[in-house]
């Protein structure tokens, strides 16, 4: 490898890094968290301390009762087999609004009260971690287009970049790889610090960048590529058209309970835990039941769930291509792919494993923007006439600190707020979304207006308040039991507070270190702002730094 | 991939960076050529063309052969080589693939 090769690379690098560094933080930093969606789904849904649920027994007499009075359930409804804190009843389902596959709907569930009669109530799940899922799909980009989120595609887009940004990044380093591989420099000049741990970071979790990269760029543009794969590929080949349906001839008595469903699964995958039950179109001749669940021992199609698919009178399985363990043929490579993405695989541990690989590809785009500033730096000589940075490093080094960590702070707000919205009766779901953006841009508009030098450490210490709001949040309701705000108690919800916790610490941590370490910065820099204290305590060592910085080339 | 290291004996000094003409190639004719490959594939590849699922894997291979052409893209001493070279193996890519489906007579 020859130096000008290198040194397109380290081009490609530096842009295409710089370019899709902000979307990427915002969207690991919610990927991280959306790695527990449904401990977060269940954690934001209040106590429903009226939930009736039923035994297996009953659930003939539920399903029949539905069947005969809600003609919008009996087209499809679902089981739910565990009660948790968000099943608010023994069966849910979605009413569409229009006739538009995919369009608006409300939510509905059933249940049966203590006479044994039917109990339907309108309720809709909690947003909250939905907004998460979303801001990691799209990083917050709003909008749709087509049956895809706007932001999907942005995304899609952004992860073109960011491949090239991965393989441009290990090129670079390949010459001094080894060399330079477990070195954290702490040299005079911080930059060494951070390019050897932004390097550190990448290496390690290389194969986890390539996979997350490429698997996006599949989510945004598997249409478009079907589509070409369709054209010049297959050719017009017929189309298999779905006879249309017609009034079932199995009777409603004749329909297996879900017990008796799963039991058909366990026989062929024991260690398959059955969590939804879904009936699809079982008046008609395309009647099917859905069965998704969790399978630690094995690879998942989903987030969080593999499926199996069942004729719901006979009990004979008709799909198992994404039943976990039981993948045939080119579907195993395929699941594998989307398993990747999601780290649906081997339960909790690897869950959090994907956390904090998350985490750490957040720290990645910081710090690479960071570096990116740095390496522009114009140098302040001795007894010369002050320097001024390039405009630009100023607008990236605000974008930086106030998308990065304001998007931080308003995640943690929104999941706090969430809560006290909810108790003054309104409807959070609507407000989700406004608490997050409000919060978001407000903490741009702030990191512009104070500079980022000064908005890093006050952004770093409003995420350190907005995140301990989750837990003070959580100790109001134990201590004054009649508000309306909740905790949950079971450990792993108990998670979600302590998490907090560590990360308020973590946060505080960061700012002060930051508030620190912006003392010593030479006036040169964008982290510098003059403050007659600052100044009068560093006057001396500026002059030392600035003859230091003279001395040496301009490193990288 | 340069035809001929030997006889000129090219400086790597020479290479240009052509940002414009090397990114197009690799993300228009790196796109295409990956679709040729993975359509190459679908026909010749276990199971041939009518394999179960085999359309679902035909479409997740297009992203890791397309970026791997784009991300070495650079590594062509100019954009013009770039465009010749994944452009003429884009078209024996894809001259093999419509052979192999007239042959197969899915035309």
Redesign the interface.
Known sequence: M????LK??K??HTWTGLASSIALFIAFYAGALTMFKEPLERWSTPINADRQWISEAQYPNLIAQLIHNRSDAARSFTVNMIEQEHTPAPITWRKPLSEMRGGPSEGWSATLDDNGSLVVTQFEPSAMAELIDLLHQTAGIPGTAGHHAFGVYVLGVIC?LY??AI??GFIVLLPTLIKDFFALRKTKNPKRFWLDAHNLVGITSLPFHIVI??TV??FA??DQ??A??GK????E?PSFEQPAPEPSTYRLEELLMPQELVKKVHAIAPTFVAREVSYNNIQTTRASVRIAGEDDDHMLRGYNRGFVTLNPYTGEILDK?YLPGHE????Q??IT?FSLHFGSFGGDPIRWMYFFLGISGSFLFYTGNLLWIESRRKRQRANQALVTQDKNAYLIANLTVGACWGSVAAISFAMAAGKWLQSVGDDPNVWYYWTYYSVFFACIAWTFWRGAARAVVELLYLCAITTALIPITGLIALVFKQSPLWLHTSSDLLLVEFTALVSTAIFIFMAKRTKQHLKTVPTDSVWYYPSSIVQSENSEREVINATNAEQKPNAI | MAANPSKRAPK????K?DWLSKSLAG?CIG?FLA??L??LF??WGP?G?S??????????I???IW?TV???V??FRDGMRAWLWLGGLTLVA?TA?FLT?YGMG??
């Not at chain 2, 394999?51 to 997740?60: C, Y």
């Open positions: 020859r130096g000008p090769l397109i690379y081009t490609l073109l491949v090239l393989v441009s990269a490429l760029i599949v543009f598997h590529i079907y070409s794969l010049l590929v297959y050719g080949r291509d045939e043929g080119y579907i490579p395929v792919f | 790597y000094a020479e290479i960076p993300l796109f679709v040729a993975s359509g679908a026909w199971g063309i394999a179960d699922n085999k359309s679902q894997f035909n479409m997740w297009v992203p890791p970026l784009f991300s070495f650079y590594f894809f693939l489906r899915a035309w």
